[in-house]
């Protein structure tokens, strides 16, 4: 019998502990180990036994989640799956706490919570079970990579591959552990590296402060896309949550749709729908990077980029906090090439110079 996933709970509402507490008891691969109403009571029941997976509100008395979250990763790294209300406020606290480690997001309302936690019961299933898979010790910060990209050797096929173009585009997809490996790269990026478009699985409401917090620590410019955009040198476009992104011709230049749609494997936004557009309007003008998540979104969609002609890679085991989408785009034949996490941002500025 595999070994079951220890959860400890820790929220301040009573109502929440109990119904994650009954609901998670009624798997049978998960084991709650105890509640905790703040994270001080936490802290005692952690000294008895130490969880697997913590599911964590932001908002307590005594401690804030935050606080919390940056003491565990800084003592002890332990996948926290963070359960923040669906806020503006709560938003930008919530990618602080991704930024601080937190390796998933589950929202809820500030009204009618239980009938939405048993209404939601497979969304959160899936969060603390991917969670449990998670190597959160990559999820440090990392200062970003040097932006003396002229150190970076030649990227494999890079002249032979973009020759000829005119607008060059770089497509990212990723999921758990893709919030601070876009900031590692991003940050790292100047103002003349190509149009890039980013899925980055997050809820909706999150991915414009996430996108926000990227633009106050980035030489480009990042921000949440708006139906229309133009995809230019210099910007970077992530997906809103709850909408799917694709990519389109417009004469000598390329813009985003982005509409709702129904969930594709599991996602909403997607990166196989991102990455099918850019195969098709941009064929070997692009390059996709299929970075850290679970599952095997963006696997086929890669494929089709490599076989209009996209240079292709996909992160590298080591450095991925989760293997699962870089794994399948490899086994499926499209990534042609594997790269470190910092070697993603030298990789992306060579396009801009071939």
């Known amino acids: 019998m595999s070994k ?14 109990q119904v994650l507490s009954t609901m998670l008891a009624g798997q049978s691969d998960i084991e709650v180990i105890g509640t905790a109403a703040d994270p001080l009571f936490a802290v005692n029941k952690m000294r008895e036994e ?7 509100d932001i ?11 940056r003491k565990i990763m800084t003592s002890r790294p332990t996948p926290v799956v963070i359960c923040s209300s669906l806020t503006e406020k709560g938003a930008e606290t919530t990618v602080e706490a991704m930024a601080a480690g937190a390796v998933a997001i589950f929202t809820k309302p500030t009204m009618g919570v239980k009938d939405f936690l048993q209404s939601s019961k ?8 991917e969670a449990a898979q998670s190597r959160v010790s990559r999820l440090t910060s ?3 990579v040097a932006r003396a990209v002229a150190a970076v050797q030649s990227a494999p096929s890079a002249q032979t ?3 000829k173009t005119t607008e060059k585009v770089i497509a990212i997809g990723t999921s758990t552990g893709g919030t601070l490996a876009l900031e590692q790269i991003l940050t790292a990026l100047t103002a003349d590296c190509p149009g890039i478009v980013v899925v980055q699985h997050m809820p909706e409401k999150f991915t414009a402060a996430f996108a926000a917090r990227l633009n106050s620590l980035s ?7 708006k139906d229309g955009d133009r995809v230019r040198p210099g910007l970077a476009l992530i997906a809103p949550g709850g909408q799917h992104m694709t990519m389109v011709r417009n004469g000598a230049f390329y813009q985003v749709q982005v509409k709702p749609g129904p969930a594709v494997n599991r996602h909403c936004p997607s990166v196989d729908v991102l990455f099918r557009s850019v195969a098709k309007c941009a064929g070997k ?8 998540g679970m599952g095997d979104d963006g696997a086929r969609g890669l494929l089709e980029m490599r076989e209009t002609g996209a240079v292709t890679y996909a992160q590298d085991e080591a450095s991925s906090v989760v293997f699962g989408m870089p794994k399948e785009a490899i086994k499926r034949g499209g990534a042609v090439h594997i790269v470190a996490l910092d070697q993603v941002a030298g990789q992306i500025m060579l396009y801009s110079q071939g």
Do not use: H, Y
Request: aromatic share 4%.
């Open 4 to 17: 079951k996933i220890k959860v400890l709970v820790v929220d301040d509402s009573a109502v929440v502990r």
């Open 142 to 144: 990392a200062a970003p």
């Open 219 to 225: 030489e480009i410019e990042v921000r949440e896309a």
């Open 161 to 163: 591959a973009m020759a």
């Open 285 to 292: 003008n692009a390059v996709g990077f299929q970075l850290t």
């Open 50 to 56: 130490w969880p697997d997976v913590i599911t964590l």
């Open 122 to 129: 497979q969304e959160l299933l899936t969060a603390i079970r």
């Open 59 to 69: 908002e307590m008395p005594r401690m804030d989640g935050l606080t919390f979250l």
